[in-house]
């Protein structure tokens, strides 16, 4: 599952910290440190040391026994689902399922008189249990979550047993109690079941994941449990369906209807069985013998083909890195309204959300590759080899996440790729200033917060770590291991361990004990000696709290450069203080401590802007002259800038060019300052192989003079690359001095993408054109996802200057949506453009309400903050 969309954060790659422990002795174990802590505990005049003693022993026992009573165990297997046959109908008035299920069974072990079955919010009609064609009437209780049927007799390990349970699914109902990272947890969602809402699409589509697919089907809703399955759907015969697996029959019914019959004859897990029903198109492909179907709402196929269009190359390169195909028969990705999260990884036929819907103009720009690797990598880490329990989650997250790292190494390079990582790491950090957990824990208290950045990034991190310390090889060819021996099984972290152990011949248990099995992270501080140029010595502490986080083993790679050459050495740091001797013989002035950011660890090292600034220049990795760059930047060290920007400019790595056209906005003065620069700037326009770069220099020129580049803006605007029209048309609108033609702006009204339209609403407002409330409330109803967040900050200002436009609708509107929108950070920029409306009495009072029903904690404390400042 990808939870969200990621952006590469430009935050400084350096993240500093105040060091809190003094070390005074390099042969202290970590056993001593802690010692030393605990006597050094301050007591006051009426504490004994006794009695502070006794509060410790205390704390250390309800800690343990907390985590004793909160442990998550994997579910205890009972029963064996075999086979579920589904025949399923729709009440699209009603919002219901029809079903009817056969399950075949078999006890797990221990002889059975009982079946209990997961079956949340359902009328249950008849059971029977299938013997020979006949059908006995068994009895049943049920309390709406689970389904205990009583068997006529005791049943064993050599029995196998079906039964028919009669039903209707109710998924709206119990609704609306997902969490931050799965929005909701209905299972199966209808999308305007009646078709009322303008522009919307009448679908039905599922969600599986954690245990929400029996909200619609009876099944063993455990990560654990395997099943093939024959799912029969009846369908309006207007509507295309897709499921698991491959669609083997389809049977006319008459009266507008057709049942398709979908057949998943390789078994995995309940919570990834799905189906998806609506009006799609289809664009098809194939990677060798494999069918691959791009699914998405009619009109888009174009745009489809284009976003999908690496799939087949990602398939290719996966089959090859883990030396096994491509598992299952088919996939089909399905782009779908209003999902609850980013993506999941159905087996088969993975779903996203609507973001990746886009037209053909729209999908020059895609940048979705992250998401579409994600899930595909999932099909065999999580699909093929699944988490035992919701504890191993990152068994399955991390290895995704990772999965764009891969990619990005492949096909875009070693410095787009390192950049990902530290835009990960960057994300754990943040997360792990409030939160700090071990990555596998049996401890959580729902199953969807182990959907979190340490499952996620710090996972995937984790996973580039192992690959660097055992070689390629050993990795790759490990992780063949493990996907072979354990295909169509349930899988725990000892079983990576082992895999790997077994190919490498190397003992790993220091290296899942720190990094799986504990939390936290490093925090380094090191010295570099330099008096001695032909034998650098460097001095490294661990300083992180030794009382809740390990004493790390880590790999601390150095590296410099000679005659322009780059050469490494790799220490290995055992201890919490360290030295190395770097003996590199030909004097050196400078060198550099993990210079490819591989290590996930807070770092901190004392370095003046010059060093920064050679670093940039001499550095081969495009993430270090990022990092260098940045930097410098937050110093504001004008006169290292002044040298490197001309060489920023026209870097290799595309990042690093772009980040540095977004810091010139920030400053009219370098305009004047470096020769040649506003040239170099405009050839960057033009000329770019990446537009994000184009466009990032057209809002440069359009700071600097957008008098002067009207003609280059127009002719721009009407660029195929939106990103690019969008920057042009901004150029345009920024000009005060000759305000761009009316007529002109007009030409752009009716464009859809939100590129566009927030151009043309930042002309209405500083222009104070009146008269386009309707416009504003069309392109609000028109937008969804991220266009629609960007927008709604427009769209308040408009109607808070010129509120005779419809002010009162358009609060109305916002409110809706902070109320109403599953996604959170829709929920968020409704409530930002809100408080444009602060001085209405009304509207603080309705966000108070809301704000005090909002079930996202995160987003209810956002919201109390502002609202706090406010009274």
Known sequence: MNLKP???????????????????????????????????????????????????????????????????????????????????????????VFGKARLKLVPYFYPQNELVLDAKDFEVGAIYLIQEEEQRKLNYRYD?????????????????????????????????????????????????PLDTIPGKPTMI????????????????????????????????????????????????????????????NLPHAPYLAAIAIGDFGKVEAKWRDIPLGYYVEKGFEKGAAKVFENTPEMIGFFEEKLGVNYPWPKYDQIVVQDFVSGAMENTTASIFYEDLRLNEREAIDSEWDYIIAHELFHQWFGDLVTTESWANLTLNEAFANYSEYLWNEHKYGEDQAALKLVSEMEGY??????????????????SEDMFDSHSYNKGGVILHMLRKHLSDTAFFEGLKLYLTKHA???????????????????DLNWFFNQWFLDKGHPELFFEVDYSQPENILISAFQV??????????????????????????????????????????TPVTQ?????????????????????FAIQFKESKL???????????????????????????????????????????????????????????????????????????????LATWDPERYQPTFLRLANDSSYLIASSALMGLVSATESPVDPAIIGRFEKEGNFRISIPVAEYYIQQEVTGKGQWFMDRLAQLSGEGLYFFLGYFAEYFSRFPEEGKDQAINRLMGLMENDPKSYLRMGAFQALLGFADDERVIQKLNEVASRETDQNLKNYYNYFLETLN
């Open 205 to 264: 589509w599922t969600q599986g994941e954690t245990e929400h697919n029996s909200k619609w089907f009876p099944t063993i809703d455990k990560p654990n449990e395997r099943h093939t399955h024959l799912f029969k759907l009846t369908v309006p015969d207007s509507l295309v369906s897709i499921s698991n697996g491959e669609l083997i029959k389809q049977e006319q019914l008459g009266n507008g209807f057709r049942k398709d019959y979908w057949e998943m």
């Open 488 to 506: 169509f099984q349930s899988v725990e972290v000892h079983d990576l361990r082992l895999a790997l152990e077994q190919v490498s011949g190397e």
């Open 6 to 96: 990621k952006k590469i954060l430009k935050n400084s790659l350096i993240l500093s910290f105040a060091i809190g422990l003094l070390i005074t002795s390099s042969c202290k174990s970590e056993k001593n440190i802690v010692q030393d802590r605990v006597q050094v505990t301050p007591s006051t005049d009426t504490d004994s040391l006794a009695e502070v003693e006794k509060r410790r022993v205390l704390r250390l026992i309800q800690e343990k026994e907390a985590k004793i009573s909160g442990y998550k165990a994997s579910a205890r297997r009972d029963f064996d689902l075999l086979h579920t046959d589904l025949d399923l109908a729709f009440d699209w008035a009603r919002q219901a």
């Open 622 to 700: 495009g993430v270090a002259r990022y990092e260098a760059l940045d930097s410098l930047v937050a110093r504001e060290a004008k006169d290292q800038l002044l040298e490197i920007l001309p060489m920023a400019l026209k870097d290799s790595f595309w990042s690093v060019r772009e980040n540095v056209l977004g810091f010139l906005q920030n400053d009219p003065e370098w305009r004047e300052q470096v020769d040649g620069l506003e040239e170099t700037v405009y050839e960057l326009a033009e000329n770019d192989p990446k537009n994000t770069v184009r466009a990032a220099a057209l809002d440069l």
């Open 144 to 192: 709406e979550k689970q389904l205990k049927i009583y068997l006529p007799s005791v049943f064993t390990s050599k029995d196998t047993l079906e039964v028919e349970i009669n039903y209707t699914a109710f998924p709206e109902r119990n609704s609306g109690e997902g969490s931050e990272a799965i929005t909701d947890n209905k299972g199966l969602y209808f999308i305007d």
């Open 429 to 446: 950090f943040a997360e792990s200033e409030t939160k700090q957990v071990d990555l596998i824990r049996f401890d959580y208290v729902e």
């Open 544 to 585: 992180q709290d030794l009382e809740n986080t390990p004493l790390y083993q880590l790999p601390i790679e150095v590296s410099w450069y000679e005659g322009g050459i780059r050469k490494s050495k790799t220490m290995r740091m055992t201890q919490a203080f360290q030295q190395l001797a770097l003996e590199n013989g």
């Open 591 to 611: 060198v550099y401590i993990d210079e490819g950011k591989n290590l996930l660890a807070r770092r901190t090292q004392e370095m003046s802007a010059d060093q």
